[in-house]
Each structure stands twice: as C-alpha cells, then as structure tokens.
C-alpha cells in the first residue's frame, strides 16, 4: 500500500532555541487511521502545522501523496483538509457560507460547492442549520460544521486536532460514527487527541511523540499487546462469603463487585472459573481501566511496562 504521508528526520527549532522536534520519521498508509498522541509540548501540534504548511521546519522532508511540500507546496496542500483544535470561522456567517467560502479557496466552481455543502452538512447533520449563524450552533455542532468545512475540496487525507475537546459523550460517539464511515471510505485520517478511548476506538496504527521524539510507531494491537497487567470490574450476586487466599490478585469493592488485576499468564476465563468455584456467581465484566492510557502513562513517564 502506498504512503499518504511520508516524514523524514524532521526537526524544527524555535527561535529560543526549543527543539520541539529531534528527528521524528514516519509513514503513514493510505486509507490509515492514524493516531498521533503525545502529551502538552511533546511535539504533536508542530508536527501537525509543519504538514500544513503552517509552521516551517528546520529541516528533513514531508511529502504528501508523493508531493514535496518545499518542492510543490500548493499542490501538496490540495490533498489535506485540516480540523484545527479552535474554531476558526466568522460565528455572524451561515453555515452553508462557511463552507462555500472554503471550497473558493481550493478553486472549487459556486455551482460544485453548493451540491458538496449539501451533501457535507446531510453527512454530518447540519443540512437543517445550514442558514443558521455558525455562532448559534453548540460546541458539538461547531466541531462537525468543521469537519465539513476541511472535506470540501474532497481530500484524501483528513487532519484532526483534537476534534472532539469540549463535545459531550453522545455527540463525540456521534462523531466517531462519521469519521469511521469516511475511513472507510477510502479516507485516510491522522487524530490528535487526548482522549486515548478516542484513539483506542478509531486508530489502526498509532505513534506516540514524547519531548520532540516518537518513541513508538505501530499497530494499535501491536502496542496494547505490551500490557502485562489487565484490570477489570466484576459485578456479581450479592457475596456471601470472599476467599482470603486466591492465586488471583482481587479485591471487593461492595457486596457485589470486585477488582481484579491478571498478568499475562492468567486469563478472564481461568478467573471466572476460581469464583465460580468459590460460589461467587458473575454476571457481567467490564475492563477498569482504559488499556491505551496505561500503557501511554508507562512510556511516557518511563515506567516499567
């Protein structure tokens, strides 16, 4: 499969002399969904600006669908729509306006904008708002008047910076929706985010930048796969009585639910089987904690996985 994107040893240094990147280098597939994570100042939004021409790199190369963005930078630009992390438009103007006005910019003819923005704001559930001032919109409805906005002169690479900050649960699992049907579609996407049940739940690939370096780059299942550890909730009838010894580590939480934490050599199985044993009846399990935020705090504070 060919690369949508392709980093080579790129670094930037500020002014004050910040190295805000130290020589990251990566690919990024077409069709991909990848993640970008990393904490405030790892590096993620430099390397985000550098693709989009927004900030300029000190050196190493980008190249966009085979495009050099210092050899053909406008050409290069055409392939990506970017969702900024704030809004950026005139809250007095439509909806539909909005996004007009950027198909303009990439020389989409008035007559094609119109049929794309219809089709944009029906994707994303704006098609009643359209005359609507953006400013009247919610946060949750802003962030997809956004997403129509960048899809608009029809890219094949989206760029979203943290898209879903502010937006309630029910309208970010909305918009999970969208973006995994446009994926599917043939989209490749690149999300920043900080929350990392987004990324577990949308990414294939995922990489991780960390004081201006990418200390991992791989398969979502590839990284969660270096937990050893796994916590879990167990809801159960009422205990009557709880084993004081156990192979497992477990812990009651109430009369009814217990923690607890398998290594890699214990399986959920093996552990229903124990409390079963044990007269303790289970009726449903949940995971305690995301497995994505774990393993991100491990590597990027450095503690042992």
């Not at 980093?7 to 020589?23: F, S, W």
């Not at 430099?46 to 406008?74: A, C």
């Not at 923005?117 to 609507?132: I, N, P, T």
């Not at 124990?274 to 009846?281: E, F, G």
Request: a negative charge.
């Amino acid at each position: 499969m060919s690369n949508a994107i392709e980093i080579k040893d790129l670094k930037k240094t500020y002014p004050n002399n910040i190295n805000a990147l130290k020589g990251i280098s990566l690919n990024i597939q077409n069709n991909d969904f990848y993640g970008l994570l990393g904490p405030n100042g790892a590096g993620k939004s430099t390397t985000i600006s550098i693709i989009v021409s927004l900030v300029k790199k000190s050196s190493g190369q980008v190249i966009i669908n085979g495009q050099d963005i210092d050899l053909d930078h406008s050409a290069a630009k055409q392939h990506i729509g970017i969702v900024p992390q704030e809004f950026n438009f005139n809250i007095f103007e439509p909806c539909q306006q909005i996004i007009i006005n950027q198909a303009g910019y990439y020389g989409v003819e008035r007559h094609i904008a119109e049929q794309r923005c219809d089709q944009l704001l029906s994707e994303v559930g704006l098609m009643d708002k359209k005359h609507l001032p953006a400013g009247s919109l919610s946060g949750g409805l802003k962030r997809r008047l956004m997403i129509a906005r960048a899809l608009i002169h029809q890219p094949s690479i989206l760029i979203l910076d943290e898209p879903t900050a502010g937006v309630d649960i029910s309208l970010r699992r909305q918009m999970w929706q969208i973006l995994k049907e446009k994926n599917q579609n043939g989209l490749t996407i690149i999300l920043t985010t900080h929350y990392l049940e987004e990324a577990e739940q949308l990414c294939e690939n995922i990489g991780i930048i960390n004081h201006g370096q990418l200390i991992e780059n791989t398969s979502k299942t590839g990284l969660l796969a270096q937990l050893n550890m796994e916590s879990y909730l167990l809801f159960c009838d009422p205990i009557e009585s709880f084993p004081q010894q156990s192979p497992f580590s477990i812990q009651q939480i109430t009369n009814n639910k217990l923690e607890a934490t398998l290594n890699s050599n214990q399986s959920i199985s093996e552990l229903i089987h124990y409390l079963t044993q044990h007269q303790i009846t289970i009726h449903r399990i949940q995971n305690k904690v995301n497995r994505l935020e774990e393993l991100f705090v491990n590597l990027t504070e450095g503690a042992p996985i």
